[in-house]
């Protein structure tokens, strides 16, 4: 497909590449290139042209660094860092250099994919575990303010919300939003996941704490 996302995985291990170019494989993703050495980075970069890098900085002679070099070398490229270290200091020069996401190995498929998804439409996207980590140790409105992009929150996540605090049910959100109600169903599950919430009440409440601005979510 023409609009399908090309990726590249780079990792030390051959049966974990396996198994994500088995979960990540299908119609929306195609895998471009493989490796598992710095050198292997540098070339796939360079020669495959990936639209999103995803590699585990604990690679012999990896490091957040190496991430840095790439993003200078293409400045288009998008990486998604898929590793073992839940090191806060490699989470936050991650963040500091403009890697697009930061995720954890043992992370289900589905959420690995909605996390690609998430890239790839230019937010950012950081485990919630991490996110929250985070949010708790950092001071300052600036990261809280930020914690919608943190946690993968889209667009229309944020008009759905904006409609749900309005106190609409979910046919009346299918009306609004010009979708049917299984539709809405399956966005307010996707949303309460992002944002560990159980319910309606807890999404409204978490999002005020997030200091969501709506202003913007008229339009999706």
Same mark, same amino acid.
């Given at each position: 497909?023409?609009?399908? +996302? ?29 490796? $598992? ?30 991430? *840095? ?25 991650? @963040? ?6 930061? +995720? ?9 994919? *909605?996390?690609? $998804? ?11 575990? @991490? ?11 600036? @990261? ?8 993968? @929150?889209?667009?229309? *996540? ?17 009306? $609004? ?44």
């Amino acid at each position: 497909m023409a609009d399908s +996302i090309r990726i590249a995985i780079v990792d030390a291990h051959p049966l974990f590449r396996k198994g994500l170019v088995d979960t990540i494989s299908g119609p929306r993703m195609t895998i471009v290139a493989q490796g $598992e050495t710095i050198e292997d980075m540098r070339r796939i970069v360079e020669q495959s042209k990936p639209d999103i890098l995803i590699f585990d900085i604990g690679i012999p002679g990896g490091g957040v660094g190496v991430a *840095d070099n790439a993003l200078r070398a293409r400045s288009d490229l998008r990486i998604i860092i898929l590793t073992a270290s839940d090191d806060q200091a490699d989470v936050a020069d991650a @963040l500091r250099i403009g890697v697009h996401g930061y +995720i954890l190995k043992g992370v289900g498929g589905t959420e690995l994919v *909605d996390a690609i $998804e998430c890239v790839h439409l230019g937010q950012p996207y950081i485990s919630p575990a @991490l996110a929250t980590r985070l949010l708790v140790q950092t001071k300052g409105k600036s @990261l809280l303010a930020d914690r919608a992009s943190v946690i993968g @929150l889209t667009v229309r *996540d944020k008009r759905v919300l904006h409609h749900l605090a309005k106190g609409l049910t979910n046919r009346q959100l299918a009306s $609004e939003l010009g979708v049917d109600v299984r539709t809405i169903k399956y966005y307010l599950s996707r949303i309460f996941k992002k944002m560990r919430v159980q319910g309606r009440v807890e999404a409204i409440l978490e999002a005020q704490k997030m200091r969501l601005d709506f202003r913007d979510q008229g339009h999706s």
